[in-house]
RNA sequence: GACCCCGUCGUCUAGCCUGGUCCAGGACAAGAGCUUUUCAAGCUCUCGACACGGGUUCAAAUCCCGUCGGGGUCACCA
């Protein structure tokens, strides 16, 4: 049965590159009806805090990959010093006291000789041993390092596939060496290419944020983001790009998986997040709303008009890059004061346009009935009154009722601000008022 | 520096393994237009790449070599 980990280190919060190497190992386990197992690499105490496990655990299930097992390194140690101690006594290792160090630190005798490694996605890569130094298996205050941790672990909790970063080539080899001497037999290894900035390198925090805690926060859907994270590195085939990650369970391949490394570009994840968002359902969407609309005092959760709210979600809904842009750009309809922008208000509200306005109102009143259609269809017969072009009252009357040069078609704006709200931003414009 | 990995439009990629159907296809971005009530969405179009140089071959993005370029690793960090 296939075993795969996704081996994270609680030194900081679960960021794109590691979100990526856990979903391909997530669905690699999951194309295979195999195991996906969580392995906290926690052997740092001073760097390793809880709130880091709490926020990887947390990011985690956000982006939907659930484990089927998970384990501490912390609480194996006695593992790693069991194995330590076989490898003293088979002559494979060796004590050593460093002077300016407390205790003993065990070291491997690291073989010279050449290693082929064969690699699911680059094929054989050959190293020469020889270049390598004696390698620290226990640290002189008793903790593991990270290579001999790593290769007891996978082994002893039946790893067979270890899919991980690029950055862990050179450290196959080393690993590699420990499976022989512990007697060991090598898993299946798959290196994952990197994730690198737009400006070269890795992905850091200087070129963005990195943390997916972040993009949660900044109102990115779960599954954009893996959709999206699916698409660096491998391509389903078919130049399909939205892709269900039930699809991509089906069609995912590691063997499939490129070379070279991908670049992060925000735009396209934007792009991807307006796809996925335009097309989520408007309850739910709302249900994500609610609480970063309370927040703000935009509305009163124990008097909640939901069935409005939804409607109002699904005016902004095409347009949203982000959750948080609805909070930002539907303002005018939870606000009384209204925040007029002054660049808006220029272009559009210098003129008087008191007549305009109050005779606009007026048509309002004499509507039958207040909906979109009926309000529309006033605004048209003044306008071939006034004798004016359509656009001319629009970009005025939408400064005016939403403080914005930007946002859903104006009719539909009146009709769920209402009648009150509109004939009131509308006075404010109006010499002497109504 | 040594060792290792990689090199198709600005970016993500298809094609490469199994040479010809590729004067290289799709997507994002950019630009233009349609629609129009602004923005977004949608639709149409434009711009734009096989890093370079040698081979092999009737034929190379595809196979081989070299160069150059980018990245990674060289801790008692993980």
Redesign the pocket.
């Known amino acids: 049965m296939v075993r795969v980990r996704f ?3 609680p ?1 900081g919060a679960l960021h794109i590159g590691g979100a990526r190497t856990a979903l391909f190992n997530w669905l690699y386990a999951r194309a295979k009806g195999g195991k996906f197992i969580l392995r906290i ?4 105490k001073l ?2 805090k809880q709130e880091f496990v709490d926020e990887i655990l947390n990011s985690l299930k956000w982006l939907g990959f659930n484990w089927d097992e998970i384990y501490y ?1 912390s609480k194996r140690f006695s593992i790693y010093h069991e194995h330590a101690q076989r490898l003293l006594q088979d002559g494979k290792a060796y004590k ?3 002077p300016d ?1 407390p ?3 065990v070291i491997f005798k690291v073989p010279q000789q050449k290693i082929k490694i064969q690699d699911l ?8 041993t020889s ?3 004696d ?2 298996l226990i ?3 008793g ?5 001999f ?1 790593c290769v007891v672990d996978d082994a002893t909790t039946d790893i067979t596939h270890v899919i991980r970063g ?6 196959t080899p080393k690993q590699a060496l420990l499976y022989e001497a512990l007697g060991f037999t090598l898993p299946k290894f798959a ?1 994952l ?2 994730i ?1 900035g ?1 400006e ?3 992905l850091s925090k200087r070129t963005g944020a990195t943390a997916i805690s972040d993009y949660r926060r900044m109102g990115y859907l779960p599954q954009a983001l893996v959709n999206y994270l699916l ?5 389903p ?1 078919d ?1 399909i ?1 939205i892709i269900d990650i039930k699809e991509a369970i089906k069609l995912f391949d590691v063997t ?1 998986v ?8 925000l ?2 994840l ?3 997040n ?2 996925y968002l ?1 097309n989520e359902d408007p309850e739910k969407l709302t249900d994500t709303l609610v609480p970063l609309l309370a927040e703000k005092n935009y509305i009163d959760t124990n008097r909640l008009d939901r069935e409005y709210l939804v409607s109002l979600v699904k005016l902004f809904q ?4 982000t959750i948080t842009d609805f909070p930002d750009w539907a303002d005018f309809f939870f606000v009384e004061e209204l925040k007029i922008e002054p660049e808006a208000q220029k272009k559009f509200l210098t003129d008087d346009l008191s007549a305009e306005f109050r005779q606009f109102i007026e048509k309002l009143d004499k509507l039958e009935k207040f909906d979109i259609l009926s309000i ?1 269809a006033g605004f048209r017969e003044l306008v071939r009154e006034l004798n004016i ?3 001319a009252l ?2 005025p009357v ?1 400064v005016a009722l939403t403080g ?9 704006v009146i009709y769920y601000l209402g009648k009150e709200r509109t004939k009131k931003r509308l006075s404010r414009w109006i010499k002497g008022g109504i």
């Open positions: 081996a994270p280190s030194t690499e926690d052997t740092d760097r390793s390194q050593e006291k460093a160090r205790g003993e630190a996605i680059r094929g054989e890569i050959e190293f020469d270049i390598i130094k390698q620290v640290k002189s205050d903790t593991p390092t990270y290579n941790a690029d950055d862990h080539i050179s450290n290196h290419p990197l690198m737009m070269g390198g890795r698409l660096l590195s491998w391509a085939g130049n790009e499939q490129n070379k070279t490394a991908a670049t992060f570009d735009k396209k934007n792009w991807m307006n796809q335009k095409p347009r949203l890059t529309e072009e359509s656009k629009i970009h939408r914005k040069t930007v946002g859903p078609g104006l009719f539909e």
